[in-house]
């Protein structure tokens, strides 16, 4: 079947594919519901597939779908890993554990945020002090125009370029993807409380992960870097046991604090939530980072989305156009990206089972 055959157009047939592949290499599965509902009025999961001995002390942990409609890539490689046997030989006294869509809202409705737009990389913080972005507050207002193809849409558009100029196009990337707690509406918004899918990160910890010695977490993500090309970044801060860990199984693990990395530092991502939910496993956590298209296009495709969730009609042809968009940012749907997602997946995935098996 090939490439082709692993990715999905929607996020039911991902699930499908998912629990019939994960299913077939003999995994147990748990399925969580999600309150929400598909733009189809479908019934909306997150699918945790056990692979291994129930008592394995080491796990390799993957997650697709935590930024949602980047599912279509982290699914796809999922399902490819069953299909391709990557598993067949788990090293002796390691277990896989595959989580699909964590944020299955998001993968279904198309968009990188949960159903109460909380972006879940951003969830995992103290909220007795959440952090202050302030140059986001500077922007909030030019993201959200009251038109997404009028004049409002031109002047927004004309103030963001003023701040590119004067502070550079990675301050404002900065300033974007950093995270913000005080505009509920905004985008890269991390909520004030633990959303679904981080409550439900937190209860499959707390089932499969309690008690182990060593995790291996891999989190597949899409829109930073060069197309095609697959960034492992470590999401432990620097100078800590983790982020060493990071850079001797990996290597050429890059860092968001040292400026090394296609992504701005951030706070409240799913690896911090798993550290403080597992204090005595040893947790080494990567993400790896798929470029798609030049920042100013996925970001665009972000503030088309939130404005059509918040002032437009998803169901319009204006509607049906952005959410094309915002797709392609994420998803460029080729055979030539999808067969370098997968190349890149499945040596990171080996680099990760070797040290789980030393």
């Known amino acids: 079947m090939g490439v082709q055959g692993w990715f999905s157009a929607n996020y039911a047939e991902s699930r499908e594919k998912f629990l019939g592949a994960a299913g077939n290499a003999g995994a147990a599965i748990q399925s969580y519901r999600n309150p929400a509902r598909g733009p ?59 989580v699909h869509a964590i944020n299955p809202y998001g993968f279904a409705w198309v968009r990188r945020v949960t159903e109460d737009n909380v972006d879940l990389n951003r969830n995992f913080v103290d909220y007795a002090q959440p952090m202050r972005n302030a140059p986001y507050d500077e922007i909030h207002g030019m993201l959200v125009p009251d038109d997404w193809e009028g004049p409002n849409h031109a002047k927004a558009n004309q103030g963001i370029q003023n701040f590119i100029q004067q502070r550079g196009m990675s301050a404002y990337q900065a300033a974007l993807t950093g995270g913000q707690y005080d505009h509920a509406d905004g985008l890269f918004y991390g909520g004030r409380k633990p959303t679904w899918s981080h409550r439900t990160v937190l209860e499959i910890a707390q089932k499969f992960l309690r008690g182990r010695r060593r995790v291996a977490f891999i989190d597949y993500h899409t829109g930073l870097g060069p197309s095609g090309f697959g960034e492992i970044i470590c999401t432990h801060l620097p100078n800590t046991p983790g982020e060493r860990r990071c850079k001797e199984w990996y290597g050429e693990a890059k860092s968001p604090w040292d400026g090394s990395s296609a992504s701005a530092p951030i706070e409240g991502f799913i690896a911090k939530g798993l550290e403080r939910e597992l204090p005595d496993v040893e947790l080494t956590s990567i993400a790896i980072e798929y470029g798609t298209f030049p920042p100013g296009v996925v970001l665009d495709s972000l503030r088309g989305d939130n404005w059509l969730h918040l002032k437009g009609n998803p169901a319009s042809e204006q509607g049906r156009k952005i959410k094309a968009e915002i797709r392609r940012a994420f998803y460029p749907d080729t055979d030539v990206w999808k067969e370098q997602v997968w190349t890149r997946a499945e040596d990171v995935s080996r680099m990760a089972l070797a040290r789980l098996k030393s």
């Open 40 to 98: 189809d009025g479908g019934a909306l999961f997150t699918d945790a597939a056990w692979l291994g001995p129930e008592d394995a002390k080491d796990v390799l942990l993957t997650c697709s779908g935590t930024h949602g409609v980047e599912g279509f890539c982290g699914a796809g490689i999922q399902i490819a890993s069953f299909r391709q046997r990557l598993y067949a030989d788990l090293p002796r006294g390691v277990a896989l554990l595959a």
